[in-house]
């Protein structure tokens, strides 16, 4: 039997906050006894790859960090594939996002007036404030390339929905005039890097998610098959319309029917 590759977004699929998502643990010990692989592609910036892992096995999923691909490891594996390791960057994010950069070698700062950067990088900061925004436009405006580690304008929580690191990047876009590199979903940087990590070919690859602008999106972008789990934040009628590179391969109800 051929080994099937499932990558699967994590808020709104897996995990809701800290609630884990009906019948997400089962899922992932039926794959995983099947012999399959399973990662994990999560827009959030603000956790490192193994406190995600610790989260997910905490519920009772048991995961490393090589199986989670976040969007600030992803931007570190975007400046070590560019020849950027060691250049200076100026971060707007929290704790996993200065980690993961660190860790892959970028000498990273906090906003600051005084301070020049190569680099700004954007992703949720939940102590965002106009000075942060005024001290990256300045960085950038003086020639800082800017980034942006995804441009989610939500994200899920227990009882509904909170501005996500898109909002922010929409703030500084706003205040420079121009728009980001952006390294998470919908674009394919991150699960092209899963695809090759993995070894597996890329026809035997799922996207599993629960957003069409980026979930489904990114697996259509990158010529994966996509599966969308109704309970995140798309409506049925909204599925059933979907159009283009939001149209999914299959709709599910939840994660029980995934096979």
């Not at 994590?10 to 794959?31: F, K, Q, T």
């Not at 590199?181 to 998610?209: D, F, T, W």
Request: glycine share 10%; net charge negative; hydrophobic share 40%.
């Amino acid at each position: 039997m051929d080994r099937t590759l499932f990558i699967f977004d994590l808020d709104g699929v897996i995990y809701r906050g800290d609630a884990v998502m009906p019948h997400a643990a089962e899922c992932i010990h039926r794959l995983s006894k099947c012999g399959h692989l399973v990662y994990y592609l999560t827009n959030n910036a603000s956790k490192t790859r193994q406190s995600v892992a610790d989260k997910l096995t905490g519920m009772g999923i048991p995961t490393a960090a090589w199986q989670v691909m976040n969007s600030s490891f992803g931007t570190a594996l975007w400046f070590k594939e560019y020849g950027h390791v060691g250049k200076k960057v100026m971060i707007i994010g929290e704790e996993g996002c200065f980690e993961e950069l660190n860790a892959g070698g970028m000498a990273t700062v906090e906003p600051a007036a005084s301070v020049c950067a190569d680099f700004v990088v954007v992703g949720i900061d939940r102590q965002f404030s106009y000075q942060k925004l005024m001290h990256v436009q300045q960085a950038i405006l003086n020639g800082a390339t800017f980034i942006a580690t995804n441009r989610d304008p939500t994200f899920p929580y227990e009882d509904g929905v909170a501005p996500g690191g898109g909002s922010l990047v929409a703030a500084v876009a706003t205040s420079v005039g121009r728009e980001p590199i952006v390294i998470g979903k919908p674009e394919i940087y991150c699960i092209n890097q899963i695809i090759r990590l993995a070894g597996v070919p890329r026809e035997h690859a799922v996207m599993v998610g629960d957003r069409l602008d980026t979930d489904i999106a990114v697996g259509n972008r990158a010529d994966v098959r996509t599966v969308l789990v109704m309970g995140g934040v798309t409506s049925m009628e909204e599925a059933e319309s979907a159009e283009g590179e939001e149209r999914p391969s299959r709709i599910i109800e939840n994660l029980s029917e995934l096979n």
